[in-house]
């Protein structure tokens, strides 16, 4: 039965385990964004970021922000125009390193991710939670500011400290216990090929 979850950041193991595909899941409080860029930069070429990312959620994202004023809502001095989600799969290898050193929980994307993210999340305790592709201008409105930004020599691709409110739902797509939906649907897919296939008197 799915169940509808409510987490404020940051998250403990026993409540990412209990996180089951099918489920969907809020965040409140704080995320983080990062992409490619910052991902290398933190550990192909051993830089640190000066975030306490233990138990956290991140997003896949390089944002589109403008430069203002300093204010109490905008204490970077950045305002996000548009925080769309982009496509995880490239950075799978950088699961298993974001959650062993920097304690990442959740991972926050668009189109999955593969095994080696599945084997992490089963060793150490980690969710995938899926946003749909074109959800941009209603993922911005889930972000009340930016409140903090590293390494933005790397901009747009910085890592980003989102100050979040209902930030979902989004739906639980890989979890700690093996489950996966872009398996299944990959199965279904090779299975529904292979009867039309075969309807067709055609071999692979």
């Known amino acids: 039965m799915m169940t509808h979850h409510v987490l404020e950041t940051p998250v403990t193991e026993v409540q990412v385990r209990a996180l089951k595909i099918g489920d969907t899941v809020t965040l409140e409080k704080t995320l983080f964004g990062v992409r490619d860029a910052n991902l290398i930069a933190m550990f192909d070429k051993g830089r640190r970021t000066i975030f306490d990312m233990k138990g956290h959620a991140v997003i896949h994202t390089a944002p589109n922000v403008r430069k203002v004023p300093v204010t109490n809502e905008c204490p970077t001095g950045y305002e996000s125009v548009c925080v769309g989600t982009t496509t995880s799969q490239r950075m799978e290898r950088f699961t298993r390193p974001l959650m062993e050193r920097e304690g990442v929980r959740i991972i926050v994307g668009k189109g999955g991710m593969g095994q080696g993210t ?64 872009y398996e299944q649907v990959q199965g279904e897919a090779k299975a529904r090929r292979a009867r039309i296939l075969a309807s067709l008197g055609a071999g692979e």
């Open 118 to 181: 599945l084997d992490a999340f089963r060793d150490l305790g980690g969710a995938y939670l899926a946003v749909i592709g074109g959800a941009a201008a209603l993922e911005t409105t889930w972000i009340e500011s930016i409140e903090e930004v590293d390494m933005d020599d790397l901009h747009p691709e910085s890592i980003w400290r989102f100050r979040i409110k209902h930030f979902g739902p989004l739906l639980v797509t890989m979890d700690s216990h093996g489950g996966s939906t």
